[in-house]
């Protein structure tokens, strides 16, 4: 048994199984593509259905009983092997769209060193995702999801109303999120009051990013996963809630590029066996000054989550959502729905 569309939706059990099947339907239908491997917007498409798919298992879990073969971390397997290749383009794509046109004429010729070792990478990136989809795990996680979609099983508690529950499904990720210690990088504490510092040179900005960075980065984890869980209920809260979870999306993008100015420098100077800004100067104070302009719109975020009012109020934004039948109603079935892979 299970809903038909979202309309037919009332219980915990039957938004499980939408999230579930939305995402899962995501992934498979750009694996062709991937495997053909003409746009990588189709690579994008697949991961990012990888990534949600993970994410909607962990939030419906209590839920949920899926098959040992469509286990949470076999999705993050595959997931993080697309993700790789994915990465490797987004990286060249910076470089020979965003960097490359703004250099001398030298650092140009520098830099299609590291596109032809970034070429090589990519190769070895690909053919692991070609053997990952036609590997065992994969086929198999795939098998195990459709027949799960086909006959759903649950716990008991996926009978109860949405309504009842959906604070409870969204609120412990947000306390992730707003827990994490990136919060106060930067940042002075005491015992009355946190005081952003607003004032500090680039210098200050470059030690603390390289001494501390890779908080940034686990921050803007949590935030990719607020995102998605957030964006599985939007229809049943206003407008309060969709500005913060364009708030979200704001912190995870300016987050993303001041993580690919890490990347970007990391594979430069492994690409040219030492610091890549020897040979490239005038890169290095490009990517120098994005990261310093990244990290003052990373403050904005920073200042508005510290902020004990704004924290309070996205609690109480998600105790109240409007919109939700809590009565309880059959799980109507659904139509054949046959993938053609």
Do not use: C
């Not at 994410?55 to 397997?77: Q, Y």
């Not at 990720?173 to 106060?184: E, M, N, R, T």
Request: proline share 5%.
């Amino acid at each position: 048994m299970k809903p038909q569309s979202e309309s037919d939706a009332t219980t915990f059990g039957d938004w499980s199984y939408i999230a579930i099947a939305k995402h899962f339907k995501k992934t498979i239908k750009h694996e062709k593509e991937v495997l053909k491997d003409r746009h990588p917007e189709e690579l994008h498409q697949m991961r990012v259905g990888m990534r949600r798919l993970r994410s909607a298992i962990a939030g419906f879990a209590p839920a949920l009983n899926l098959p040992p073969e469509a286990d949470e971390k076999k999705v993050g397997k595959v997931a993080r092997i697309l993700g790789q290749l994915r990465d490797l383009d987004v990286l060249g794509d910076l470089l020979k769209n965003q960097y490359q046109p703004t250099l001398p004429t030298k650092e140009q010729k520098q830099l299609n060193k590291a596109l032809d070792v970034l070429a090589e990478q990519r190769d070895r990136a690909f053919k692991q995702v070609e053997d990952t989809l036609k590997d065992k795990l994969y086929l198999n996680l795939k098998t195990a999801f459709q027949n799960w979609l086909k006959n759903p099983n649950y716990q008991e508690i996926a009978k109860i109303p949405i309504g009842n529950i959906l604070p409870d499904l969204l609120l412990p990720q947000i306390s992730k999120l707003l827990l994490h210690p990136g919060w106060v990088l930067g940042v002075n504490l005491n015992k009355k009051n946190i005081q952003i510092r607003d004032n500090l040179t680039k210098e200050q900005v470059k030690d603390i990013l390289n001494n501390e960075g890779t908080i940034l980065h686990e921050l803007r984890k949590e935030a990719k996963r607020s995102r998605y869980n957030m964006e599985l209920f939007t229809q049943f809260y206003g407008n309060p809630y969709q500005d913060y979870l364009k708030d979200i999306k704001d912190l995870q993008s300016v987050l993303g590029d001041l993580q690919d100015s890490f990347v970007l420098a990391e594979f430069l100077t492994e690409a040219f066996e030492k610091e890549f800004s020897a040979r490239m100067p005038i890169f290095g104070e490009q990517l120098a000054k994005t990261r310093y302009e990244k990290w003052q719109e990373w403050q904005k975020s920073q200042r508005r989550f510290l902020d004990k009012t704004t924290r309070k109020d996205l609690h109480l934004t998600i105790l109240q959502p409007t919109l939700i039948e809590t009565t309880e109603s059959p799980i109507l079935e659904e139509r054949e729905d046959k993938e053609k892979n």
